[in-house]
């Protein structure tokens, strides 16, 4: 079951850990940044939620359980903000300047620190918030 909720500058949606959800978020994203007529940055916040979202299902979400995204729009100051909220114990390791060049994985902070303006970690009971916020040029009217 996938909820979701709609306000003007705010979505969220709950997925469980499954990996066809990272191909549901994208969607999700865009529609919201189209929605929002927000699109100018489409590209690193889609790349930036899929690898926040990809890491919960591989490192912060037990089984039998799921993540939730949260997108917030601040029009007034130029602001997008992606949480990815988890419900396991897994701490967030800081992006390794490089990876080897045969490694299939292990990059996936290291665009999200290169991409977003700002990213980081927050606790929540139980479990951690991973995000990262994007200056972005907002409408004077976000359409609902």
Avoid: I
């Avoid at 850990?17 to 699109?39: G, I, N, Y």
């Avoid at 995204?69 to 909220?85: C, M, S």
């Amino acid at each position: 079951m996938n909820e979701t909720t709609q306000l003007p500058h705010f979505r969220e949606a709950f997925h469980r850990r499954e990996r066809r959800s990272v191909p549901l978020v994208r969607q999700f994203v865009r529609d919201a940044l189209l929605d929002w007529e927000c699109e100018e940055r489409a590209d690193d916040v889609l790349l930036c939620v899929s690898e926040l979202v990809t890491n919960a299902l591989l490192h912060g979400v037990p089984p039998g359980r799921g993540y939730r995204l949260q997108l917030r729009l601040d029009p007034a100051d130029g602001v997008l903000r992606a949480e990815v909220h988890d419900s396991g114990d897994g701490e967030v390791a800081a992006p390794e300047s490089w990876a080897p060049s045969d490694a299939e994985s292990g990059r996936g902070l290291l665009l999200v620190a290169a991409l977003a303006d700002k990213w980081g970690v927050g606790e929540r009971n139980p479990g951690k918030v991973v995000w990262c916020e994007f200056a972005v040029r907002a409408p004077d009217r976000v359409p609902v």
